[in-house]
Each structure stands twice: as C-alpha cells, then as structure tokens.
C-alpha cells in the first residue's frame, strides 16, 4: 500500500515493468537519445528521455505500466521556473520545455515502434507530452515454406 492508499503492484509484476522500462531503455539508446531511469538519484540533473515504472497494482486504459517524458537540459527548465517566480508566465522561456517535450513524444513514439515497443501518446492534460509504453510486439509467425510438389 502506497502513502496514499494505492495498492501496489506484486513483485513479480513490477519486475515484469521493469524489464520493459529497460527494453525502453535499451531501444533509445540505440537511437543515440539519453536515456534513463526516472528517480534514481544520480538522474536528477540529467536530460533526455526519462523513463517511468508506474508502481500501482493496476493500470487503467488510460495510462500504462511504462512511461516515457523528455527532459530538456536543467538550465533551461531552472530559467523556465525562474520567469515563473519573477511573475512573467508570459516569458517565451516558460513555454520551452513543454514545447520541446511535444516535439519530442513522435520521436520517441517512433523510435520505440521501430524497436519493437508498443507506445503511444498520453493524452492526459496535466502530462500532454508523455509517451505512454504498454508493452512489445510479438515477433510475426514465421511465413510456411511453400510446398514443392
């Protein structure tokens, strides 16, 4: 159980989303993006791709168990809040990173599709530029070898 009241997902289901986050992981990387696990501490100040496990026990169809935001480089994000601050939510700056982020999700979208990894855009207003990853494709049956009378 969460701090929250949530139920949290079993073991073996989280293990299950964590090998996906790393199959999402590995996918990006390929692609020559930066990408990373989302929390872990050494990850604070990174940008690039950061990739979510979702520890609830369940997911609804309108989220997933994996997801993936871009980050834009920490400078950009810190004068983002800065111009907040200074009461200029107006400031072209404060726009930047949600707008990089937008362009971003086909990308990343894209790039996972071709990896063999089921995404799709998130189409929640609080997080409008997150990919959602639901899972893998399956490799297609292999086609029978015509017959040769």
């Given at each position: 159980m969460?701090?929250?009241?949530?139920?949290?997902?079993?073991?073996?289901?989280?293990?299950?989303r964590h090998e996906l986050a790393d199959q999402v992981i590995r996918a990006l990387q390929r692609a020559g993006l930066p990408a990373f696990r989302h929390g872990a501490p050494e990850t604070a100040h990174r940008s690039g791709a950061a990739v979510h496990v979702e520890p609830d026990a369940e997911t609804t169809p309108a989220s997933a168990p994996v997801s993936v935001s871009w980050r834009c480089d920490p400078a950009m994000i810190e004068?983002?809040?800065?111009?907040?601050?200074?009461?200029?939510?107006?400031?072209?700056?404060?726009?930047?990173?949600?707008?990089?982020?937008?362009?971003?999700?086909?990308?990343?979208?894209?790039?996972?599709?071709?990896?063999?990894?089921?995404?799709?855009?998130?189409?929640d207003a609080m997080n409008p530029d997150h990919v959602l990853v639901i899972?893998?494709?399956?490799?297609?049956?292999?086609?029978?070898?015509?017959?040769?009378?």
């Open positions: 969460s701090d929250y009241g949530f139920a949290r997902a079993s073991p073996e289901v989280l293990a299950a004068a983002a809040v800065d111009a907040l601050t200074a009461g200029d939510p107006t400031a072209p700056i404060v726009r930047y990173p949600g707008t990089i982020g937008l362009h971003m999700q086909s990308a990343l979208i894209d790039i996972l599709l071709s990896s063999g990894v089921v995404a799709k855009p998130d189409n899972g893998t494709m399956s490799d297609p049956p292999p086609t029978p070898a015509p017959e040769i009378p």
